[in-house]
């Protein structure tokens, strides 16, 4: 019955589904078009505001920012806690290996159009430090949708799930607003991130301890 559940709550999941609808229009959109006109035609809308908007809403998808949402889950549940650090560790390792085993060589979109010499007028935000190498995968994105997703998968309403697609997928476009990587290297982040999530859920939810049921204060009362 508990399987049941949990395979309920998967196909029924508005975070997965509508993650499904946004990567297979984002292949299509990569295989329809060059990397580069996709890119300056998401480049050629930018403001002020966007800038201020995007360098912060990227940080979600860094290392600090998830651990920091990870461990305000151990006030909640430490099983919330492993399953978003199993999460956030699977996507993370996936992520570097495939950057420096298969895709060192991947230039990112500024030393891209350089290496190009297309003289593109590409727009680039202020006060970003870019880099140059190892646009694919993005693992931003890959850590933005792990850790947004198992928590789709902790909570149950699908309006809380649907906002918290909206913080994954603004941190994905956030890559692309800053010049960091592709669309294409976003959606390989977002992949590798909805398969990273699964992964945590499916691991930790195999194990039926007391302990995992409490909150660190809790456990430690205890």
Same mark, same amino acid.
């Given at each position: 019955?508990?399987?049941?559940? !949990? ?10 589904? *509508?993650? $499904?609808?946004? /990567?297979?229009? *984002? ?34 998808? +860094? #290392?600090?920012?998830?651990? @920091? ?15 978003? $650090?199993?999460?956030?560790?699977? !996507?993370?390792? +996936? ?22 010499? !297309?003289? *593109? ?5 202020? #006060?970003?430090?870019?880099? +140059? ?12 949708? @792990? ?6 998968? /902790?909570?149950?309403? &699908? ?29 390989? #982040? ?13 691991? /930790?939810? %195999?194990? &039926? ?9 809790? @456990?430690?009362? %205890?």
């Amino acid at each position: 019955m508990e399987r049941n559940i !949990s395979r309920k709550n998967l196909y029924t999941n508005a975070f997965l589904i *509508a993650s $499904l609808v946004l /990567i297979l229009a *984002a292949v299509v959109l990569c295989l329809a078009l060059p990397r580069e006109t996709v890119h300056l035609a998401f480049n050629s809308f930018h403001s002020r505001f966007l800038d201020f908007l995007f360098r912060g809403w990227t940080l979600l998808g +860094s #290392g600090v920012g998830a651990l @920091a949402i990870i461990l305000v889950t151990l006030f909640f549940r430490i099983r919330y806690t492993l399953i978003l $650090l199993a999460g956030f560790a699977i !996507s993370g390792i +996936s992520v570097q290996l495939l950057k420096h085993l298969f895709f060192s060589g991947a230039a990112r979109p500024v030393k891209y159009f350089e290496l190009a010499g !297309s003289g *593109a007028d590409l727009y680039l935000v202020p #006060g970003v430090d870019l880099h +140059s190498w190892y646009s694919f995968p993005s693992g931003h994105s890959a850590t933005a949708f @792990a850790l947004l997703f198992g928590i789709s998968l /902790i909570l149950k309403n &699908n309006w809380v799930r649907m906002l918290a697609l909206v913080l994954a997928a603004g941190v994905a476009y956030s890559r692309i607003y800053l010049s960091q990587h592709f669309l294409i290297d976003v959606t390989g #982040g977002a992949v590798i991130g909805l398969l990273a999530g699964y992964l945590g859920w499916w691991w /930790i939810n %195999r194990y &039926n301890r007391r302990w995992l049921r409490q909150s660190l204060p809790e @456990a430690i009362r %205890r």
